[in-house]
């Protein structure tokens, strides 16, 4: 099973042939530019829609931190997104509290897992909108 840099490799070279469809789910590869580095981040995340929007769950596996790539696009909101062979740049938001319960919902459709995750932490798990831009 692909993860990581590997992970991002394999799926850039194919446009997602490899690496899009994942453990029974689905990833895109979301590239933010570090808050300290200023150099290209680039993570594979399992993805759900909402209308024209892309969403992300910034769990981290229920760890007590956000992941490094949340705190990156708090940092600048503008990334670059890629789903199968799609490449845009997007903007980055968190979701509102009356948008999220809907939006966790779809999340945890496609990832169950994300409910036991945010038992794990006392953070509030945020789920990401990626707006293309």
């Known amino acids: 099973m692909l993860f990581g840099q590997e992970h991002v490799e394999r799926y850039r070279e194919t446009d997602g042939e490899e690496g899009h469809d994942w453990n029974g789910t689905t990833a ?24 024209e929007d892309y969403l992300v769950v910034a769990s981290k596996g229920g760890a007590p931190e956000h992941p490094g790539w949340y705190l990156n696009l708090e ?12 490449r845009f740049h997007a903007h980055a ?8 319960p809907e939006l966790w ?28 831009v």
């Open 93 to 100: 938001r968190t979701a509102t509290a009356e948008e999220k």
């Open 28 to 51: 895109l590869i979301l590239t933010t530019k570090g808050r300290r580095s200023g150099e290209a981040r680039s993570t594979p995340l399992i993805y759900g829609t909402s209308g």
């Open 75 to 86: 940092a600048d909101p503008e990334v670059e997104v890629q789903v199968r062979g799609d």
């Open 105 to 132: 919902s779809i999340m945890t459709a496609s990832w169950p897992a994300y409910d036991e995750y945010q038992t794990k932490t006392e953070r509030e798990i945020p789920v990401v909108v990626l707006e293309r």
